[in-house]
């Protein structure tokens, strides 16, 4: 199956600075990927769709200004945390699908902790 | 609005048992796509099975297989021989095939030995 790797897996940051996590497709080609946030013991929550050469498309209620994302390439699409706070402390995780319709491959996940 | 509903919090099987899992979905869209996912305590997600709408043909994938039903909009999942592995997350989600996924909340599916 496709492979999705996420960076880094775990990190900690002080109150206020700026977080970014990768998320890359290693063999295939991704015009659109998918960052998800999950609190513990909830379900995964759609945050934006990643587009490769465009903007990306926002859920609503999620702060396009605080949640950056970059999608540079066609296997790469960062999340930036801008000015990151306890209450973004979370799991973020990114997926990518091959195919219209196809199953989603998901990154690992990045555990983020706030102090 | 699209939505995912996992009515079973918790549910708990005899290793070697048959457990059936439930989700119920609302869309009004004609074309999609229907999944199951099992996260484990490592939370990395696994497709465990999928199935088009266009579909009529129940998805089977060795010892899961799905119960779909269009017109009730229920997608239940059935897992045969349980085996300790098999205990994880479970979540049921739906694409309209734009690939964004909407999830139901989870079943926690505790296997018993």
């Known amino acids: 199956g496709a492979v999705v790797s996420q960076h880094p897996s775990w990190v900690i940051c002080k109150s206020g600075t700026s977080v970014k996590i990768e998320c890359r497709s290693l063999d295939f080609q991704a015009t659109t990927m998918f960052w998800y946030r999950q609190f513990p013991k909830q379900s995964l929550m759609l945050m934006a769709t990643?587009?490769?050469?465009?903007?990306?498309?926002?859920e609503q209620g999620v702060e396009k200004d605080k949640f950056l994302i970059n999608h540079a390439s066609l296997t790469l699409s960062t999340l930036t945390v801008t000015s990151a706070h306890p209450e973004d402390s979370s799991f973020y995780i990114c997926?990518?699908?091959?195919?219209?319709?196809?199953?989603?491959?998901f990154g690992p996940g990045t555990r983020l902790l706030v102090l | 609005a699209q939505t995912v509903t996992q009515s079973q919090p918790e549910m708990s099987v005899q290793e070697a048992e048959t457990v059936t899992l439930s989700c119920t979905y609302d869309t009004s869209e004609s074309d999609y796509y229907l999944f199951w996912y099992k996260q484990p305590p490592s939370r990395q997600m696994i497709l465990v099975i999928r199935?088009?709408?266009?579909?009529?043909q129940n998805a089977t994938e060795n010892r899961f297989s799905v119960n779909f039903q269009k017109a009730a909009k229920s997608f239940s999942l059935k897992i045969s021989d349980s085996q300790l592995g098999d205990a994880a997350m479970y979540f049921c989600?739906?694409?309209?095939?734009?690939?964004?996924?909407?999830f139901g909340t989870g079943t926690r599916l505790t296997v018993i030995p």
């Open positions: 989600a739906y694409t309209p095939g734009a690939n964004n996924l909407f």
């Open positions: 199935q088009e709408a266009y579909k009529q």
């Open positions: 997926s990518a699908p091959k195919r219209r319709g196809e199953t989603q491959y």
């Open positions: 990643s587009n490769e050469g465009s903007k990306a498309t926002y």
